[in-house]
């Protein structure tokens, strides 16, 4: 009964990103019910998915069929159809889903999206694109970015930081970063920043700054 599971969760479209999505769910064990109207993805995908079923998920009543309407949440996964996409997403907002994710492949098709009422638009391509032109020109080894350009990174201690103490304040003063966590060579977890960072070359740090401070930060050498 999916009705009592609070987080089963359906994936409409097993392309490459709806499969590594819906795969990536059961594996944190959500119950996910995967959709395709293709024959051949959903016969390759129900040997390795819990729940795989034939739909064109435009079809609203097909949808309701398969008990869509018991669950909290969909991911509208299709990307290359975006006529496909928005009358999936038209369905589902008559459906009365409360919460419908929905991807974009493109700016256009993000502001249609979010039109025609999906709660959150998703943008994988652009997204990864933008993390990863962080990580490319700096010393950043992991970045997340939310609102308003705030970011918060995981970044290899400069070296012209290292070997020398240095005050959270002082890189809070001087580059506008805060230090959150820390990571010394040769430990396998992250502490509170303390008071004093006791930095030495391989340390790595999570800071927290807008990411104009942390791209400053992190490109210092
Ligand atoms: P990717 O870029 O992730 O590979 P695609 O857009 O190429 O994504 O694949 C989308 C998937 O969505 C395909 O497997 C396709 O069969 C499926 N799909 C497209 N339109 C519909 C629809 N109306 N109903 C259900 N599945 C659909």
Known sequence: DRKSDPGGIAVIGLGRFGSHLAESLSAL???VL????????????????????????TDEGALRQLGLT?????????GASVEASVL???????????????????GQHAKILSSV?????????????????????SRTLDFVEFDEAFAVARVR???????????????????????IGVKRPGENRYRYASHVLDLTEDTILIVEGTIEQIQRFAALS
Not at 36 to 55: E, I
Not at 117 to 137: C, D, K, N, Q, S
Not at 159 to 178: C, F, H, K, M, N
């Open 34 to 57: 995967a959709i395709d109207r293709d024959a051949q993805q959903v016969q390759k995908w129900s040997s390795m998915l819990d729940q795989v079923a034939q739909a064109d998920a």
């Open 88 to 106: 999936t997403v038209l369905a589902l907002v008559e459906l009365g889903i409360p919460q419908i994710w929905a991807r974009a492949t493109s």
């Open 29 to 31: 064990g959500r119950e």
């Open 70 to 78: 018991d669950l909290p949440r969909v991911v509208v996964a299709i």
């Open 117 to 137: 009422g999906a709660h959150r638009v998703i943008f994988p391509e652009a997204e990864t694109g933008e993390r990863l032109a962080h990580l490319i020109i």
């Open 157 to 179: 201690v400069p070296r012209s930081l290292a070997g020398r103490p240095t005050s959270e304040i002082q890189l809070l003063d001087r580059y506008g970063v805060r230090v």
